[in-house]
């Protein structure tokens, strides 16, 4: 009994090891929908402590494609994706929007850029753009990538998949992995500051700031980047 146990064991672990493989770093990626002048614009010339009237004058969030990590990272730091959104946010959302910078805890330094419109929120951080929400190209849950290279096959860059759901719960977002697992990441204000809580027990403080700073108009490179062939 125990040795069929332990064969069975000897064929099912690397088929799960190989599917998750595949599913981490091969399958295929979401076709990129995010307006290609976003990409192109640089979004480290605006002023971030002006924020747009969420007024109801202009898009709904569901009119305006999906935003997604154009291949591991983007080349620099985009335009909004939610420039021309006007939908007024639902009753349990907090306004977190503007341009972020980690000042206190464990990621001091990390910059990024929360938008919020209606039901829909994007972060642009670090080379990756998270989009969850109703869109007029895809589904609601973010379908990206975690941004580091982990490694590389001739000249193209693998790097693993992520995605998650964004809901709003006392006043608090909350990302469930995979759209109904469990919750890896919080970020919620406490007074002036905005505090992100990781899956891995840290914790940072973040400051408003209005500018991006320079360092950040282009991601910094992470993961192994091994070179495979």
Known sequence: MIKRILISLAVILPAVMIALLWLAFFSPRPPLTTDAATLAGDGSTLDYCR???LDGTGKNARDIAKGNTPGCAYSHFPLPILADCTEPLPPEA?????LWRGVAGDKIGHVERVEQCGHRTVITAAGIIHDYGPNSTAGLNTNDTEGGVTFTIGDKAYCPRTSAAMIWQDKALDFH????GPVVVRRYMDGD?????????????MNRICRLPEEHKMPRLRGAQLKLF
Not at 177 to 180: A, D, H, K, Q, S
């Open 51 to 53: 924020l747009p009237e």
């Open 94 to 98: 907090d306004d977190i929007r503007g």
């Open 193 to 205: 500051q905005l505090i992100w809580e990781y899956a891995d027990g840290s914790i940072t403080r």
């Open 177 to 180: 992995v995979f759209g109904w």
